[in-house]
């Protein structure tokens, strides 16, 4: 079966860190570019970084700028996300998500051929 694993969540004081991790599972991820999106309760989901196949370029929406970074190691066929001075306003479940094989990756795409199902992070204030 193809499918995306994420690790990584849990609770945390407001301005401590989490990393997620995000595994494939029957396939390889280098051929795919990647989205980590996260859903609150009560509101819809939003993507809050992409990253290319090759790491190169990565995106990101502006509440998470300078907080979060995506990263890849094709090689071990993980994407991360190193969240940093979370706030209580990050709390949500978060999804990796693969787009179909191509290279680049676009936050307003939300067309993806494979999800995760999530791990939840809490902040607390």
């Known amino acids: 079966q193809l499918h995306l694993v994420e690790s990584g969540g849990g609770l945390v004081q407001a301005g401590g860190s989490l990393r997620l991790s995000c595994v494939a599972s029957?396939?390889?991820?280098?051929?795919?570019?990647i989205s980590w999106f996260r859903q609150a309760p009560g509101k819809e989901r939003e993507a809050v970084s992409c990253?290319?196949?090759?790491?190169?370029?990565?995106k990101y929406v502006d509440s998470v700028k300078g907080r979060f970074t995506i990263s890849r190691d094709n090689a071990q066929n993980t994407v991360y996300l190193q969240m940093n001075s979370l706030k209580p306003e990050d709390t949500a479940n978060y999804y990796c998500?693969?787009?179909?094989?191509?290279?680049?990756?676009?936050?307003?795409?939300?067309?993806?051929?494979?999800w995760g199902k999530g791990t939840l992070v809490t902040v607390s204030s």
């Open positions: 029957g396939f390889t991820l280098d051929s795919h570019a």
């Open positions: 990253i290319s196949t090759s790491g190169i370029t990565t």
């Open positions: 998500a693969a787009f179909g094989v191509q290279i680049a990756c676009d936050l307003d795409d939300y067309n993806m051929d494979f």
